[in-house]
Nanobody
Framework: QVQLVESGGGLVQAGGSLRLSCAAS????????RGWFRQAPGKEREFVAA?????????YYADSVKGRFTISGDNAKNTVYLQMNSLKPEDTAVYYC?????????????????WGQGTQVTVSS
């Protein structure tokens, strides 16, 4: 059974930093595309960042977080991270990690095969 478990969320002031972790069991993260998504109250789930290390290192970010967030992974720990710096109140959301089997191009949200339960990030102004 595949499980993705996020941690590291919390309350932080604007301009601060948080690092989210997502530990996987039941599958090898190194074989998958790993993604982070978020959903704010009353809004649809949106893409944040994705990474693929199955064939070299490749990352992809939403414009809203580019330059502030960094996705990385530790294959030995089967864990993916999201380092979030210069946080803004509009980053407040539940953050989800997800995994997708490799396919042509970056997968859309509906193409991810496994999802975590989410972790709350709240940025105060």
């Amino acid at each position: 059974q595949v499980q993705l478990v996020e941690s590291g969320g919390g309350l932080v002031q604007a301009g601060g930093s948080l690092r989210l972790s997502c530990a996987a069991s039941g599958l090898s993260f190194s074989s998958c595309v790993r993604g982070w998504f978020r959903q704010a109250p009353g809004k649809e789930r949106e893409f944040v960042a994705a990474a693929s290390w199955s064939t070299g290192s490749s990352t992809y970010y939403a414009d809203s977080v580019k330059g502030r967030f960094t996705i990385s992974g530790d294959n030995a720990k089967n864990t993916v991270y999201l380092q979030m710096n210069s946080l803004k109140p509009e980053d407040t959301a539940v953050y989800y990690c997800a995994a997708a089997w490799p396919r042509s191009g970056w997968p859309k949200a509906e193409q991810y095969d496994y999802w975590g339960q989410g972790t709350q990030v709240t940025v105060s102004s």
